[in-house]
């Protein structure tokens, strides 16, 4: 047994004498996480009953093509052009370097047979020149040219099995604890939050895959940035304000005129250094427990999100646009997010309880999104 020789203190006596104080309650680093998730769900909520679903878009007329090599103004009426299926009988066509209008007179393959100089002068064709596709115009009294129209697009996805059980003993589940929570409902609450967070890791970065490793199917669910391929804008460091309204000319385009950027840290610092800083409006009201503010600029608003996934050596510099109007939460019916209790054995002294979810995203319109990337400061 030792010996205190003098004073006694609380550094000098056993520490198993003194109660451990950790706090009255255990806070949780990462109440919420789940912006993208949050938001799609509160917008359009379309349950499948199939784990592999599909939808149909459909898109405008393509207005733009390049010519493949250089015509001269006086040799020939035959124009090699990038997508031949662009284009039919009386179609005008303006090259927008030149100014010259031409009119198609008939299409084989990739080639315009074309009249030039229509109201215009005829002019030399460089490769890669600009064409724009700005109307038709038939003779009078003509009969109906062949109706032509496109295609709807298929997209699918798939739905993905979410899982995460938690467990004590019963012995350590009637446990007296000097925390709160107790030991149970500190359990349930982190599996809550990584639960949460993995739905959120795959409708962000997630990749659509089926395969059969064993004898049953292990499905992935494809998330924002698989299908947002268009509109992607490399900052390649610091993002300037010009960059920043370029990618805002772009992404607004097309869908809604008033959409959400969901940011990194780093991409929210960029934009309050901007000297148009006056555009960007604070909001104290908070939408689903997260701030948003409101940026307004001369082709729309975006209204950004801190996003705190949006981390590590790379995405800690994204920015992701989404037009909400065009994503849709997908739960599988009956198994949208559960917490499932007593699923251990009827035989075990425990307590075994699992969240549960299985769900995908409908990501139309890819075009009416968009991804900033590369920013730096």
């Avoid at 559960?338 to 075990?348: G, M």
């Amino acid at each position: 047994m030792a010996t205190i020789t003098g004073q006694t203190s609380t550094t000098n006596i056993l520490s198993t004498q003194l109660p451990i104080e950790i706090g009255s309650e255990i806070k949780l680093l990462e109440p919420n996480w789940q912006a993208l998730t949050i938001f799609s769900r509160e917008g359009v909520s379309k349950p499948v009953g199939v784990p592999k679903y599909k939808w149909l878009e459909d898109e405008a007329k393509p207005r733009f093509d390049t010519t493949t090599a250089a015509v001269a103004s006086t040799t020939t009426q035959e124009i090699p052009v990038a997508h031949g299926t662009y284009f039919q009988q009386w179609d005008l066509v303006l090259n927008t370097r030149t100014g010259e209008l031409l009119r198609v007179d008939s299409v084989v393959g990739n080639t315009l047979n074309v009249t030039r100089a229509i109201g215009s002068t005829a002019a030399n064709l460089n490769e890669n020149d600009e064409l724009m596709l700005i109307s038709t115009a038939q003779p009078e009294g003509d009969t109906s040219k062949t109706p032509r129209s496109l295609v709807p697009t298929q997209f699918e996805n798939f739905t993905e099995i979410f899982r995460e059980p938690f467990e004590l003993s019963e012995t350590a589940a009637n446990a007296d604890y000097q925390v709160n929570p107790n030991e149970w409902d500190r359990k349930q609450q982190r599996a809550a939050v990584e639960h949460a967070k993995n739905i959120e890791y795959a409708n962000l970065f997630g990749r659509k895959s089926s395969t059969t490793p064993g004898t049953a199917e292990v499905r992935t669910t494809g998330g924002a940035l698989s299908f947002i391929t268009t509109n992607q804008t490399d900052a390649g460091g610091t993002l300037s304000e010009a960059e920043f309204g370029a990618f805002l000319e772009t992404v607004l385009r097309y869908g809604s005129e008033d959409k959400l950027m969901f940011c990194s840290g780093t991409v929210l610092q960029a934009l309050n250094k901007f000297p148009s800083s006056k555009q960007v409006t604070k909001n104290d009201e908070k939408t689903y427990g997260m701030n948003v503010t409101r940026y307004e600029g001369p082709f729309g608003a975006v209204h950004t999100v801190w996003h705190k996934l949006l981390d590590g050596a790379k995405y800690k510099g994204y920015g992701i646009v989404i037009d909400l109007q065009n994503v849709a939460h997908r739960p599988f019916k009956n198994r949208d997010t559960k917490l499932l209790p007593n699923r251990q054995p009827n035989n075990q002294d425990a307590r075994l309880s699992e969240y549960l979810t299985e769900q995908g995203l409908e990501f139309t319109q890819q075009r009416s999104h968009g991804v900033l990337t590369g920013t730096t400061g």
